[in-house]
C-alpha cells in the first residue's frame, strides 16, 4: 500500500495562509481521486477538498474561495493551500489518495488558528 506523509502544518493566526503537503511513496500518476479532509476535536472527520480524474474539484462549503487542491505528478505530491484562515479551520489535516487497486491515508498534519 502507498504511504503518505502530510506536512506543512503548524500555528498561524487567523487570517494567515499555509501550504500542506502530501508526499507519496509512489507514483500518483493513476490516481483516480485525491482529497483533502480533517477533524477537529470532538467533530467527525470531514471532506475539505478533493479532485476527481485530475481535474474535477470539490470543496467544502465552509472553504470555497480559501482553499485550493492541485497535485504535482512529478513529485508524487497533492496540495493543499490554504489562505484567510480562521481558528474554526483548526483540526488534524488527512489526504487521501484512491488508485484503481487502493485507497491510502496519511498520518495527518495539525493546523491550528489563533485568533
Known amino acids: 500500500q502507498a504511504r503518505l506523509e502530510e506536512s506543512g502544518g503548524g500555528l498561524v493566526q487567523a487570517g494567515g495562509s499555509l501550504r500542506l503537503s502530501c508526499a507519496a511513496s509512489g507514483s500518483i500518476s493513476n490516481a483516480k481521486l485525491m482529497g483533502w479532509y480533517r477533524q477537529a476535536p470532538g467533530k467527525q472527520r470531514e471532506m475539505v477538498a478533493s479532485?476527481?480524474?485530475?481535474?474535477?474539484?470539490q470543496y467544502a462549503d465552509s472553504v470555497k474561495g480559501r482553499f485550493t487542491i492541485s497535485r504535482d505528478n512529478a513529485k508524487n505530491t497533492v496540495y493543499l493551500q490554504m489562505s484567510s484562515l480562521k481558528p474554526e479551520d483548526t483540526a488534524v489535516y488527512y489526504c487521501n489518495i484512491v488508485t484503481p487497486v487502493e485507497s491510502s491515508w496519511g498520518q495527518g498534519t495539525q493546523v491550528t488558528v489563533s485568533s
Open positions: 479532485m476527481l480524474n485530475w481535474r474535477a474539484t
